[in-house]
């Protein structure tokens, strides 16, 4: 049987049964400090370098493999392993979202090796809770877990999911006169090595706890 999953921008066909409540396990992925390591930061523009020569100006304008860094090679193992292991799907939190569309990117991680491509993207659009803390210290870090939260919300059928990302994203507490409240992400691992992003020792175990 085939079906198509419709999940927020994206329209993607996979065979088999449509998923029922609580059987989808998502990984919310960041690129830059995660897959895409410093090693690689940069590299895009040798791309566009070349791709000039035929193509306007226009960033958006160039195939989708000149818009982007590469990924590291032994970090999409990592994640290829993660897949493989787990059955999860991407959906993509990661800026990289703001430069091509669910298909393009999809393309994207196919050129790069990776197994699985992404099913959707997090909203750029979120509602703030009327109690959140917010500070300018934080505000990319907070937007992220609001964009994380409201995929969620609009996506009851996911049973398990964690977000990794090399911004610092867990629960934090946050206690004052106001409110006493906290933001932030409980299933979340943090990849604070921009030079090992998810190959570093012990990040590949703690993703794999947060969707068996």
């Known amino acids: 049987m085939v079906y198509t999953l419709v999940l927020g921008t994206s329209d993607v066909s996979r065979e088999g049964s449509s998923p029922s409540l609580g059987t989808m396990k998502i990984i919310f ?23 000039r020569k035929k193509l306007s100006q226009d ?5 989708v493999g000149a818009r982007f860094d590469n990924f590291d090679k032994k970090a999409i193992k990592v994640l290829n392993l993660i897949l493989e292991e787990t059955g999860a799907e991407i959906v993509v939190s990661s800026d990289w979202k703001n430069w091509a ?21 997090t909203p750029r659009e979120y509602t703030i809770p009327e109690k959140q803390e917010w500070h300018p210290d934080w505000d990319l870090e907070a937007s992220r ?35 006493g409240t906290g933001w932030g992400l409980t299933n979340f691992v943090h990849t604070p090595s921009v030079t090992e992003g998810i190959k570093k020792l012990g990040i590949k175990q703690k993703i794999v706890k947060f969707l068996l």
């Open 101 to 121: 569309n669910v298909e393009e990117m999809g393309e994207y991680y196919e050129e790069q090796g990776i197994i699985k491509k992404p099913i959707d993207f």
């Open 29 to 51: 992925l960041d690129h830059d400090g995660v897959i895409c390591l410093s090693q690689q930061f940069g590299g895009r523009y040798k791309k566009q370098a070349k791709a």
């Open 145 to 179: 877990t609001l964009e994380i939260q409201e995929w969620l919300k609009e996506h009851p059928e996911v049973s398990h999911w964690v977000a990794i990302d090399d911004l610092d994203m867990s629960f934090k507490e946050v206690s004052n006169n106001r409110s």
């Open 59 to 63: 960033v958006m304008s160039f195939h």
